[in-house]
């Protein structure tokens, strides 16, 4: 089923204890469209950039089946930037730069062609921009995917809930959901967060995994083990991308195909962070995937009939 | 089979954003021996305590069916005595009073009957009292197990690496595996501290779950996400006591009875932290257990046959 993607698409300077990089491709948008495309070939995405753009990223993303239709690209102007410094755990990240040029007043137009898409992404953006796409749509999407950051609680918390209240699945690290919810216990918090209006709540937990909640259910998602971890930008937005793509592709929201998806998207994260920027999301085979999602079952399959 | 526990049998005062109490039974040998009875009935305690100590929790432990014959008690004496508070995270704390008391000059005595058990769980202790238990038995056991501590590591790593070497299993949490191995990715120092002598490694990282490393594989077992912690002293040894406890009923040390092992560990120590001190471990029922391991199942459980 078709699948619209909102977010940014934008450049990042990254520094790890690994090393360091000069401006490369980022941004939510890019890494959700190419986790996803792995799973569906009808995207479109709604973004802006400046003329200062790599057409060749551009031309991956059309290669990958995504609609560009509804990318911005603004003459004169220049793209979104980040720059950030992780720590040695690589949990944590100072940002050196914010620069938002294009960012600045972004009114995001959803074409004709993507306002039936029947899921809807929306990355992490100004909370307005976030509802101005859900009131475009022609009708309702079967889902609506939600991801937000505390930068938001912080400066515009009404707008936000706002917004979440319009949602199908909220995503938030385990920090932000305690902040949202008041509660320190995540189990607590969901319930809290349930009562806003989302049925679904995702909340992300890093190198610790993801746990799945709805008002009855929950499920826990681990990550996996990795012996390297070179760059964890974008593992979120892969993770949603790889979460959405599944359940586009297979037109199931059920809370037990919901399980399955969080694992596709916790198999996009892993490749994601493998490398610096998205270069791991692009070209992934089916046995890369395959292989990668078998390595999950592994790590958390146990045979408790010897009781 | 027959199960020889070592450690403390002590009184700890507890602070955690829940309550506060005032001196009450803890120690790693009683969570450890409490958490293995509900599996096995043939354990062995060695342990020193004062006589300051209450008659009514080793009447506990002796219903439970452990072995008192290695308990020494020392008359005049007053027992080891810890005090800590935990920040609101629960993660953390504050030692406020350690009281060595009997623990000063411990020579652990393994009694005649004690000395053929197959399996041993050394608690955390001074390294060179564990060592000291190794050498004492008749034969080498089918199994031992060893808990430690970064304390042990900054004071005493030299004999540390010692007793290390001469184990099957090692328990520590992830940021004494980092101390220890001088790595941060868990999987690399999960390499390095097994080429130290053990065959397995349990990584422990609370209320995010623990890793199972052998040479080959590995295994996650998540922790439950609980609606409120009242006081997370002594899960570690629960969950060390469930662990050796299920192996030691079932006489099956291979990866994949240590899978179900650890499952079992990990619901011992859920039940431990809903209550302060040993509270919750007493008088555990099969259907106690048995739905408790069920939510395990049901957290991680995912059937990823639509491909």
Redesign the interface.
Known sequence: MSLLVVGTVAFDAIETPFGKTDKIVGGAASYIALAASYFNRDIHLVSVIGDDFPADFLNTLKKEGVNLDGLQIKAGEKSFFWSGKYH??LNTRDTLDTQLNVLANFDPIVPEGAKECEFLMLGNLVPAVQQSVINQMNKRPKLIVLDTMNFWMDIAMDDLKKTIAMVDVLTINDSEARQLSGE?????AAQKILQMGPTTLIIK?GE??A?LFNKE??????AL?????YDPTGAGDSFAGGFIGYLAK?KDISF??M??AI?FGSAMASFTVERFGTERLIGLTQENV?KR?QEF????Q???A??
Do not use: C, Q
């Open positions: 040695n755990d320190y216990s995540l189990v607590k937990k610790h995994g746990l259910e929950v499920f826990f998602a681990p083990p990795l012996e390297d971890v297979t037990e195909n399980k399955r694992i395959e999602v079952v592994d790590l958390v146990f045979d408790i010897v009781f």
